[in-house]
């Protein structure tokens, strides 16, 4: 079945950085669109970013364009997500998805576009 792990969250300074990775495992992941979510305390949980299957079309949220970009490794299976300038607003749980289906990418794109999760990772960003 399909599997999403997440990694690399944890706590860091205001205007640091970190970067999250996605390890996917029980699909064709060369073939499917990988984004990434983020769902603070009490609120919905909202696109983030997205790359579509090999990598040539990327979207980024308004919120985090020039701060967020998100890469992937077909070889590795992972998608990764390079986070800079944090700031407290950017504290949240960073959840890692898969499309619905193979070789579809839109714009714009919200969580029912993607059928399959992983667990979350929590960034937590102090002032």
């Known amino acids: 079945q399909v599997q999403l792990l997440e990694s690399g969250g944890g706590l860091v300074q205001a205007g640091g950085s970190l970067r999250l990775s996605c390890a996917a495992s029980?699909?064709?992941?060369?073939?499917?669109?990988m984004g990434w979510f983020r769902q603070a305390p009490g609120k919905e949980r909202e696109f983030v970013s997205a790359i579509n299957w090999r990598g040539y079309i990327k979207y980024a949220a308004d919120s985090v364009m020039g701060r967020y970009t998100i890469y992937r490794d077909d070889t590795k299976k992972t998608v990764s997500l390079q986070i800079d300038s944090l700031n407290p607003e950017n504290t949240a749980v960073y959840y890692c998805?898969?499309?619905?289906?193979?070789?579809?990418?839109?714009?714009?794109?919200?969580?029912?576009?993607?059928?399959?999760w992983g667990q979350g990772t929590q960034v937590t960003v102090s002032s």
């Open positions: 998805a898969s499309h619905r289906s193979a070789f579809t990418i839109s714009h714009p794109m919200d969580v029912r576009d993607f059928g399959s």
């Open positions: 029980g699909f064709t992941f060369g073939d499917y669109t």
